[in-house]
Structures are given as C-alpha cells and as structure tokens.
C-alpha cells in the first residue's frame, strides 16, 4: 500500500518562502510520476508541478514557473516543492500524488489528476498580504 505523508505548510506572508515534503512508502517509485497539486476552497483541483521519479524530469504550470521547484531524495523517498516569492493566491491546500507511468505517458498526461492514483492527506499554505 503506498502511502504519501505531506509537510511543511504553514502561513507566510506575500514574498515569502515554504519548503513542501511529500515522504513517500510502501513501494518502489522507480516507475511512478510524483506531482504536486493544490485546490483553493471554491476553485478545482490544479497542477502546480511533476517529476519522473526514474529520470527527474520535470514540468511546472505556468503559474507557478519560475518561482516553484520540485525535487526529489531518493534516499529518503521524498520529493519537495520549494516555493519561493509566494502570493496570496498560491493559497491552498496542497496535495502530494503518486502514479504509475511510462516516462513517454508521464511527458504528455503530466497535468491530468486521474493519471494519479494515490494521494496524501494535504497540507494548508494560507500566504497574507
């Protein structure tokens, strides 16, 4: 059974920095596509960012291009979202996902939530002007 354990959100005022962990267990993530999603209370379930576990490519949404960085530890099995120069409307709960995937399947179906079938718990980031 995988198991995804978000942390690392918090409040932070505008221009600030978080750093998210997602410590992934339960399996080997060699063939997964690990992302980062967020959902804002009345908004849909958005990407902000994607890594190819085996490889470490990497995709980010236009919003957060620039500012956000994932990565991975696969020491640790954790992969991060370093989000710097935050504002308030990257306020959300953040999910942590994990699925299996083809690097080519993972390259064009990155976005897509449904490619994703296990999730963490979220964690709050709430960013004040």
């Known amino acids: 059974q995988v198991q995804l354990v978000e942390s690392g959100g918090g409040l932070v005022q505008a221009g600030g920095s978080l750093r998210l962990s997602c410590a992934a267990s339960?399996?080997?993530?060699?063939?997964?596509?690990m992302g980062w999603f967020r959902q804002a209370p009345g908004k849909e379930r958005e990407f902000v960012a994607a890594i190819s576990w085996s490889l470490g490519v990497t995709y980010y949404a236009d919003s957060v291009k620039g500012r956000f960085t994932i990565s991975k530890d696969n020491a640790k099995s954790t992969v991060y979202l370093q989000m710097n120069s935050l504002k308030t409307e990257d306020t959300a709960v953040y999910y942590c996902?994990?699925?299996?995937?083809?690097?080519?399947?993972?390259?064009?179906?990155?976005?897509?939530?449904?490619?994703?079938?296990?999730w963490g718990q979220g964690t709050q980031v709430t960013v004040s002007s």
């Open positions: 339960g399996r080997t993530f060699s063939n997964y596509g």
């Open positions: 996902a994990a699925g299996i995937m083809s690097q080519i399947r993972f390259s064009v179906r990155y976005y897509q939530p449904t490619e994703y079938a296990y």
